[in-house]
């Protein structure tokens, strides 16, 4: 077959983001156009490949023209390089050659419409935060690193205190429920749905102090994040919004399930669209492998749950990782656009990971893709992706185009001054600390009388002592034994309790 005849299946009615050229017998044929319909980008997509093949530089091309097209896209930037998005590139001869080869004709460096975040504030951008309650106990728990067993009980702490008007915001809020509900007052409140262990109690109180130490502390907490912000466009072009993550290396976690509450919360409040002609937003998951290390079975369901309802919005996702072995099967099932970068087979472990890549490809006549796989050049891809029938492509072996903007990091200087400019400084700029689980369990300890004692009792007691009996010590220790607190949640639990509604990952609906 000639590049031109593998072309035919890339030449599509409707619009499309164009990648690069085809490759065939090492000649790169730039007429031969390899490209994405508008229409299957909702259709989802995976960029895979080893470390330094392309996969950023491809996110930043695809991401570009969805821009240009008006569509807002958001991208996470773990290295740091992808905040280039916003300045135009640096052009050079390899550079306009790379144009030229792939058919990139007009190629001319340009900047686009950006907007940073950063998780809690941490680094250069707009914070980004979310409240425990609309988080859930499923992400929260995958976040947290819990077994099964853990995860039911965090679920039942989420049940009571949400019945019992205990508002979840921030971590110490869900620190002191728990704190509650393991002390001698408290422990009665779970009996007859299950009640929650000591020693259960103890590793999520871990695991909490831990995830604060990390981020956690400024990232949970209000004024939430809107998702309906990521669907800005400025003067026809699409927003880039771009999630600065380097500050997050110790809890990538963190950071992945954050991904899928935005995927989720988008599910809740976009309207159902179908199949529409281009897509109202991208995400691009880098990293994705974060999501399914580890994970629990609830989790992974609804990561493909969400993954395969999110499309009927309108929503595109693409997930970026080194190998596509990293990822489920049930996901990967659902990738209908694949841009495979270069892998290696040094090792055994590296063989069997390719000969498992290969078997996600449709067959070629016109390459042996495990040859393919393992020769790519840098900015080369094999590429197949949903054709507008619905049908997959025949794979091409593709060089890439050049981004326009600047493949590397953003001057620090001019993102510090766009983020000190951003529109959204106004609503998300400063933390809040509303009265919720922890100060109202703090604020009845003071409001109580003190606890009858009668004075030989008491002397009898040394102060050390009577700390450690009321469970905890301090404020909230004293609090866990007051009968009148006991009271107050029961009551709490009747007349204020409601349990929040929640979807795809029990992530609480807001708005
Ligand atoms: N489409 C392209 N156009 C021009 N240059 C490219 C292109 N793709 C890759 N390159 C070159 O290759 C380098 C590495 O690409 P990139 O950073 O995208 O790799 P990566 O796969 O994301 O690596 P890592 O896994 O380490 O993040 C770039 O800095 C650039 O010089
Ligand atoms: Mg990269």
């Not at 107050?488 to 007349?495: E, K, L, M, P, V």
């Amino acid at each position: 077959m000639a590049a031109a005849d593998i072309a035919k299946a890339y030449a599509f009615d409707g619009p499309a983001v164009e990648l690069g050229a085809v490759v065939l017998d090492g000649k790169t044929d730039p007429s031969a156009h390899v490209r994405i319909p508008f229409v299957m980008l909702n259709r989802h997509g995976l960029v895979a490949g080893a470390t330094g093949g392309g996969k950023t530089k491809t996110l930043q091309l695809i991401a570009e023209q969805l821009s240009d097209a008006g569509v807002p896209v958001f991208l996470t930037d773990i290295k740091g390089d992808l905040s280039g998005v916003a300045a135009p590139g640096a052009s050079s001869d390899k550079l306009t050659a790379r144009a030229t080869d792939t058919g990139a004709d007009g190629w001319t460096p340009t900047g686009f419409p950006a907007q940073f975040f950063a998780i809690g504030g941490k680094g250069s951008g707009v914070p980004l935060r979310a409240t425990v309650t609309s988080f859930g106990p499923t992400l929260l728990s995958k976040v947290l690193e819990l077994n099964d067993t853990q995860e039911s009980s965090l679920e039942l702490i989420f049940h009571y205190a949400d019945k019992a008007g205990l508002a979840l915001l921030d971590l110490k809020d869900l620190q002191a429920v728990v704190a509650y509900l393991v002390s001698d007052e408290g422990k009665g409140d779970l009996e007859g749905i299950g009640g929650l262990s000591k020693q259960t109690a103890g590793v999520i109180q871990r695991e909490l102090t831990g995830l604060a130490d990390s981020g956690g502390d400024v990232f949970f907490g209000e004024p939430q994040f809107d998702t309906a912000d990521l669907l800005q466009v400025t003067d026809g072009k699409g927003v880039l919004s771009v999630v600065e993550l380097a500050e997050l290396q110790d809890r990538p976690q963190l950071f992945s399930t954050f991904l899928m509450w935005l995927l989720a919360d988008l599910h809740h409040h976009l309207p159902e669209v179908g199949d529409v002609d281009k897509p109202k937003l991208v995400f691009f998951l880098d990293e994705s492998h974060l999501l399914f290390n580890g994970a629990s079975k609830a989790f992974l369901n609804s990561v493909t749950q969400t993954v395969r309802l999110i499309r009927s919005k309108g929503v595109g996702v693409f997930f970026c990782t080194q190998n596509p072995t990293d990822l489920p099967g049930e996901v990967l099932g659902q990738l209908g656009n694949r841009v495979q970068h270069a892998l290696r087979a040094f090792t055994p472990d590296d063989a069997t990971a390719l000969a498992k890549a290969v078997k996600t490809y449709p067959k070629s006549a016109d390459y042996d893709i495990a040859e393919a796989l393992t020769t790519l050049g840098i900015g080369e891809a094999i590429v197949t992706v949903m054709g507008e029938t619905g049908a997959p492509t025949p794979v091409a072996w593709t060089k890439l185009r050049p981004p326009r903007s600047l493949m590397a990091q953003l001057d620090p200087a001019e993102q510090t001054k766009q983020v000190a400019g951003s529109s959204l400084q106004e609503k998300y700029g400063k933390a809040l600390d509303r009265e919720s689980a922890y100060e109202l369990l703090a604020k009845r300890h003071e409001d109580a009388p003190e606890p009858a004692e009668t004075p030989k009792a008491a002397e009898a007691k040394p102060q050390e002592h009577k700390k450690e009996e009321s469970g905890g010590g301090g404020l909230l220790g004293g609090l866990m034994k007051n009968k009148a607190f006991q009271q107050f949640t029961r009551s709490a639990g009747r007349s204020l309790g409601r349990e929040i509604t929640r979807g795809l990952f029990g992530t609480a609906r807001r708005r």
